[in-house]
């Protein structure tokens, strides 16, 4: 899938994985910084790695798609099938400096993210990042695009910040509809509004 000047396809192992990790860090400003604050960190990088070699985790290299520009990775999206069993951190090697706080978002996120995507049907939508620099430039758009093109055959979900509200009207401009609305894990003694959002192909907006 691309426009004018950006490309969107399936990552491979041959992208760059210090990009990948990057840019998942920089998808949520609670969960990622939890972990460590710099998106450069090496060990952080060194974990997406492992991730991504890893079969059955969830940031697998079968489940990442990137954006490109002029060959160069400007966003990064994580879909993951629901109903299979998929884990955070079996299997992978984690770094010394942060083992404290992967364990405590595990426990306080992704496990539970993980297991809720168990119960339900299609694909779940993790992770949407976009660098600051080619906001603006419908990459949003086409992530969304590749996605239904890819997956849409199936229900596909995905969880959001109540407050982001330039995602959420991009979502529901795609078909996505609000199912749910719950208090989500923020990294401190605080809970954050969310929303959960369903696509199915019966709620297409007729874009394509």
């Keep these: 899938m691309s426009n004018s000047k950006y490309h969107c396809r399936k990552a491979t192992q041959a992208d760059s994985a210090e990009k990948i990790a990057q840019y998942l860090?920089?998808?949520d400003p609670y969960i990622y910084p939890f972990i460590c604050k710099n998106a450069n960190d090496p060990s952080w990088?060194?974990?997406i790695q492992h991730c991504m070699k890893t079969?059955?985790?969830l940031f697998h290299i079968d489940h990442l798609s990137v954006v490109l520009c002029n060959d160069e990775i400007v966003g990064v999206s994580c879909v993951i099938p629901c109903g299979k069993a998929l884990s955070f951190l079996d299997s992978i090697e984690i770094p010394t400096p942060i083992q404290d706080s992967l364990r405590a978002v595990a426990d306080g996120y992704f496990n539970p993210f993980l297991s809720d995507s168990m119960e339900l049907s299609g694909y779940n939508i993790a992770n949407i990042c976009i660098d600051e620099n080619h906001r603006g430039q419908g990459i949003g758009s086409l992530f969304m695009t590749h996605c239904i093109e890819t997956y849409g055959t199936h229900?596909?979900?995905l969880?959001?910040?109540a407050s982001n509200e330039p995602a959420i009207r991009l979502y529901q401009k795609f078909g996505f509809q609000i199912t749910k609305e719950y208090l989500g894990?923020?990294?401190n003694d605080s809970l954050l509004p969310c929303y959960?959002?369903?696509?199915t192909k019966n709620t297409e907006n007729n874009l394509f």
């Design 185 to 187: 894990f923020s990294g």
């Design 159 to 161: 969880d959001t910040i």
């Design 196 to 199: 959960h959002m369903l696509y």
């Design 55 to 57: 079969e059955g985790n």
């Design 45 to 47: 990088i060194s974990f």
């Design 155 to 157: 229900p596909i979900h």
């Design 25 to 27: 860090h920089l998808t």
